[in-house]
């Protein structure tokens, strides 16, 4: 992964075109499990993008970082526009999601 690497908008919507999805507690994008070395520079590229991640509990079945909390999730959906078909919405990143996930 570049040093100076910055998720714009595009970059964020491929990845949870892709991947993402609601898991407890929060919108999950999902990384590469076998590629540890990338997963805190990626979250520190979030964080640098106005998105602050958390990690999935080692419970988890996917290595990921997860979105929590109101604004983090306005703020995702903000950067990934809106769903891209009506087909899309369930799991599609959503601040109304975040209490049915709750």
């Known amino acids: 992964m570049p040093p100076a690497f910055l998720p714009d908008g595009a970059a964020l919507r491929m990845w949870a075109l892709s991947a993402g999805r609601w898991t407890d507690g ?3 994008l999902p990384v590469d499990p076998e590629a540890p070395g990338t997963h805190a520079p990626l979250a520190d590229a979030l964080l640098r993008c106005g998105l ?3 990690a999935p509990t080692a419970k988890a079945e996917v290595a990921g970082l997860r979105v ?7 703020r995702l959906l903000e950067l990934v526009g809106p769903a891209p078909g009506p087909g899309c919405a369930d799991h599609w990143p959503a601040v109304s999601r975040m209490r049915a996930v709750s």
Not at 68 to 74: E, K
């Open 68 to 74: 929590v909390g109101r604004r983090r999730l306005a």
């Open 26 to 28: 929060g919108y999950l």
């Open 52 to 54: 602050p991640t958390t």
